[in-house]
């Protein structure tokens, strides 16, 4: 998922970059959730034709920095995680849910009157 423009520049700090940097050598550069190593070949089998071979994709494992609390700009190092693009995806899964929820009703200000009656 992309960065928010508005966030972008919480990800520029020299703060920031010392904090991945750390938490990726705590993590020794594997994914903390599923383990794989960053930069990794990892082989997926799944009934999908015209693939490599029948069914077979080859996944470059990819890590970054993940705030758990979802909060950018939040640098504290027990708060960053090295996660794979898979495992970071779903762990924010369920707050984009509900984030995208929140900002739709934002943008409707007459709906929010009406359910308030």
């Given at each position: 998922?992309?960065?928010?423009?508005?966030?972008?520049?919480?990800?520029?700090?020299?703060?920031?970059?010392?904090?991945?940097?750390?938490?990726?050598?705590?993590?020794?550069?594997?994914?903390?959730?599923?383990?794989?190593?960053?930069?990794?070949?990892h082989v997926v089998t799944a009934p999908v034709a015209g693939e490599l071979q029948e069914g077979v994709r080859l996944l470059i494992i990819q890590c970054g920095a993940a705030h758990l609390n979802h909060r950018a700009g939040d640098d504290r190092l027990d708060n960053v995680a090295w996660l794979c693009r898979g495992d970071h995806n779903r762990y924010d899964k369920a707050?984009?849910?509900?984030?995208?929820v929140f900002n739709r009703?934002?943008?409707?200000?007459?709906?929010?009157?009406?359910?308030?009656?």
């Open positions: 998922m992309p960065i928010a423009r508005d966030k972008r520049p919480l990800y520029k700090t020299p703060r920031w970059f010392a904090v991945r940097a750390r938490a990726r050598t705590r993590a020794r550069d594997r994914c903390q959730h599923c383990g794989r190593l960053n930069h990794s070949v707050h984009r849910r509900a984030s995208l009703d934002e943008r409707r200000p007459l709906r929010q009157l009406w359910e308030k009656t």
